[in-house]
């Protein structure tokens, strides 16, 4: 089928609400964005089922030791990239779980390299350099739902078994049909018409921070609403561990402190050790057999000690 001329997509089309942009004052075209903006939380909440399904198929995914796999161009890509990058840092998740490919390669990162869109042929060699299998999920992201480059790079991973997602942000886009479903926010025109580093490019960077968020909560990596697989790499996350500890384990900072040190410095092990009340050997031994799944850990070091109460 072919895709619908790019002119007719509501992400391409003038927005009459930002007519006579360059004759405002500056406040004014502060309010014309700030108001098109508010937009893009409703388009997004009415994605929330799909978001949802997509939350726990990847998560079920990477538990049978699969990848996640984002794949863009321009503004998509970079969006894809960013949420790919920031992962490893906040949930202390191995780099290579959690991936990006952007048309035009690192250098697109940080200039544009748009020929590169057009290009079916480099989307199916960049994605068949990752080797996809049946235990990835690769999410396809493109604003107009049409771009060659992510197209093809889908459907390659299809096709090698991988499960597949587009999010776009145009409703029966070719994206769209050669994923096995879609996440689409409709954002409608925007306040630059065609620039979709903005509504769409906001909504996509929504999703991408739900989906990786609620994945890895959904493994574990994350205790109540507290980001306990964090690295301790600077000062600044070291007093965030203890701060962590504290509050996850109702213990002075004096105490989390003590308890960080003899746990090597690893917030989770910690964790561990003052909830369930266990020696760092147990809480470690916890966390390998839970594959890492910090309140699974917890419940299971307390059960290995005999008449102990189980904390949720």
Request: with cysteine.
């Amino acid at each position: 089928m072919k895709p619908r001329p790019l002119q007719d997509l509501s992400t391409e089309r003038p927005n009459p609400t930002s007519a006579d942009l360059d004759l405002k004052s500056g406040l004014e075209i502060a309010r014309i964005i700030n108001t098109e903006d508010a937009k893009v939380a409703t388009a997004v909440k009415r994605a929330l089922p799909q978001i949802g399904r997509a939350i726990d198929l990847i998560a079920a995914q990477l538990r049978k030791g699969g990848r996640l796999i984002y794949v863009g161009t321009g503004t998509s890509g970079r969006v894809g990239a960013l949420d790919a990058a920031e992962c490893a840092p906040t949930f202390g998740i191995d780099p290579r779980k959690i991936q990006f490919i952007m048309a035009g390669g690192p250098k697109a990162l940080g200039e544009a390299v748009e020929a590169s869109e057009d290009s079916r042929p480099l989307g199916r060699s960049e994605m068949s350099k990752r080797r996809a299998t049946r235990n990835d999920v690769v999410i396809g992201i493109a604003a107009s739902g049409r771009t060659p480059f992510t197209i093809a790079a889908v459907e390659y991973a299809r096709g090698r078994g991988a499960q597949t997602i587009a999010l776009t942000c145009n409703r029966n886009s070719p994206l769209e049909r050669a994923a096995h479903f879609a996440i689409v926010t409709e954002v409608g025109p925007e306040v630059l018409a065609g620039s979709s580093r903005m509504k769409a490019g906001t909504a996509q960077k929504m999703v991408l921070n739900i989906l990786s968020t609620g994945v890895m909560a959904r493994l574990g990596y994350v205790y109540g609403n507290l980001m306990v697989n964090l690295h301790l790499l600077n000062e600044k996350l070291a007093e965030r561990g203890v701060t962590i500890l504290e509050s996850a384990a109702e213990v002075g900072r004096d105490h989390a402190r003590h308890a960080l040190k003899a746990a090597g410095n690893d917030v989770p092990i910690a964790l561990v050790m003052l909830k369930a009340g266990v020696p760092r050997a147990a809480a470690v031994r916890a966390l390998k057999i839970t594959a890492g799944h910090v309140r699974k850990a917890i419940v299971l070091a307390q059960k290995s000690k005999p008449g102990s109460r189980v904390i949720l």
